[in-house]
């Protein structure tokens, strides 16, 4: 059972245009929630976070919108690099246990074109 | 500063070959983690630590073990590999479970034939 859900395996934008990534996840006590970029052969890097009591975080470029009555978050990045090709993970992740274990969904493929 | 350091970066295994796969942090974090990558499927958590002395098992534990002796190690065991074991392995930290940003290594590539 996939709790966090990538749909878009793949997205090709133009360089300078806006890129819109997209996350759903079926889980009601995700309360957190990452983006991650990851380069072949190299680990994820974190990107950007949003606790779900807010419902939007900017920083620079990147811009995480959360939606939670449609368990619904995008990452928008604006305006879109070439350096910003790479595979973006989203991740949910929940206070309960001993641990703030991360779900991740499968990824999705950003290619910036020029 | 290091961050999160993984050996090897590649390994070819041999069905029933057993193997450790060592995961070091420099940034006195608590939690420790083990993912596999395989495609299509994200990252999937193996096992966790809560810290030293500690583990406990993720989401696909079957077929490895861990320890975690020190603060700073975690190691991943695969005591008789299998084809199925065939990934990409990343080890990350994380400081508490308030501030759950994870630091991943740049993982190691694993070939079981």
């Known amino acids: 059972d996939q709790q966090v859900k990538q749909n878009s395996p793949s997205l090709s934008v133009q360089e300078g245009r806006i890129s819109i990534l997209n996350c759903d996840y079926t889980?009601?006590?995700?309360?957190?929630f990452l983006w991650y970029k990851k380069y072949p052969a190299e680990g994820p890097t974190f990107l950007i976070s949003?606790?779900?009591?807010?419902d939007k975080n900017e920083d620079g470029r990147f811009t995480v919108f959360l939606n939670k009555s449609a368990k619904h978050l995008s990452l928008h990045i604006v305006p879109s690099q070439p350096g910003d090709s790479a595979v973006y993970f989203c991740a949910a992740s929940s206070n309960t246990g001993t641990a703030s274990k991360l779900t991740f969904g499968t990824g999705t493929r950003l290619q910036v074109t020029l | 500063n290091a961050g999160v350091t993984q050996t090897p970066k590649f390994r070819v295994l041999k069905t029933g070959q057993s193997m450790t796969l060592l995961c070091a942090q420099d940034?006195?974090?608590?939690?420790m983690y083990w993912y596999r990558q395989d495609p299509g499927m994200g990252l999937r958590l193996i096992h966790y630590s809560v810290g030293e002395g500690t583990t406990a098992k993720g989401e696909v534990p079957d077929g490895y073990n861990v320890s975690r002796l020190k603060k700073q190690n975690f190691l991943l065991g695969l005591e008789s590999a299998a084809p199925s074991q065939t990934s990409v392995y990343f080890c990350?930290?994380?400081?508490?479970?308030?501030?759950?940003?994870?630091?991943f290594g740049q993982g190691t590539r694993l070939t079981v034939v």
């Open positions: 990350a930290s994380s400081i508490d479970r308030v501030r759950r940003q994870a630091f």
């Open positions: 940034m006195n974090h608590e939690y």
């Open positions: 889980n009601s006590m995700f309360d957190y």
């Open positions: 949003i606790s779900s009591i807010k």
